[in-house]
């Protein structure tokens, strides 16, 4: 079935309206007739299945079938992501959503080319928001991440917001293997954590300066291995490890 993407509080009758992107791609694109079954996703949990009642110009009504809830994972991952130049950032953005990321935090670091003003950068997260939406649509994920406007290191630092493991990709001699992390962290607490966090650095990592401050604000350093990788290599190894570990049984000594 084809799945389509409504905000939850488009969601609350029997009947759902496709408008504006998503009604054109349903009529015009996917041509979906009256008595076809569709897919709805809300984003935040929520799948309908649904029945095409009409088709119209610029909007297709749908009749809700049946609807399924799943809850959110147990643990919260950010991404905290330099933004690379080019598209690359877009295909970061799919593969973290296809992840199950919690939300995506947009850095720009010292070393990143693009530099936003504020209305640039709101500008920037509503287009990589709608990036995430079809991925959500693709790989069928009930859970829409948020992508945030673009902020610096520091400025993301001065929230002071916390984290059960936040963790940073590094280059450096003291990086560990994040099994490591994740071992102490199940041995003090007898559980996974609930939330978590990764920096990817851009491309030359952080400067020295960049890296002391996230280490100081509690992010432990982790090895991506002895090779070098490319930027999006990196978001989607942390990534992977990350869904790795949270999947594995606890286990305390």
């Known amino acids: 079935m ?6 939850a509080e488009q969601c609350r009758g ?3 309206t496709l408008t504006g992107d998503e009604a054109h791609h349903a009529a015009r694109v996917l041509r979906v007739q009256p008595g076809e079954r569709v897919l709805v996703l809300d ?15 610029d909007s297709v009504h749908l009749a809700v079938v049946e609807k ?27 593969k973290a959503t296809e992840l199950g990321v ?5 850095i720009l670091s010292e070393r990143v080319v693009t530099h936003l003003d504020d209305e640039d950068g709101q500008r920037k997260a509503d287009k990589w928001q709608q990036v995430a939406i079809e991925a959500i649509k693709q790989c069928g994920a009930l859970w829409l991440p948020r992508v945030e ?17 936040p963790l940073v990709a ?7 293997h994040p099994r490591e992390y994740f071992s102490n962290f199940n041995a003090q607490h007898g ?8 920096w990817v650095g851009p491309e030359g990592d952080f400067t020295p300066a960049e890296m002391e401050a996230i280490k100081s604000s509690g992010a432990l350093p982790i090895t991506l291995g002895l090779l070098v990788l490319r930027v999006e290599t990196a978001a989607t190894y942390c990534l992977s490890v990350l869904n790795y570990e949270l999947s594995a049984p606890v286990t305390v000594p």
């Open 2 to 7: 084809h799945r389509f993407h409504l905000p």
């Open 14 to 16: 029997a009947t759902l």
């Open 43 to 57: 984003g935040a949990g929520t799948q309908f299945v649904c029945r095409v009642a009409t088709v119209a110009r």
């Open 68 to 94: 399924s809830f799943s809850p959110e994972r147990e643990c919260r991952i950010t991404l905290l992501q330099s933004v690379p130049k080019g598209k690359i950032i877009e295909s970061i953005i799919q």
């Open 102 to 106: 919690s939300r995506i935090v947009p």
């Open 149 to 165: 406007t673009p902020v610096t290191p520091g400025q993301f630092i001065a929230r002071n917001e916390f984290f059960n493991l």
């Open 170 to 176: 590094s280059l450096q001699n003291d990086a560990r």
């Open 191 to 198: 559980r996974r954590p609930e939330s978590a966090c990764v």
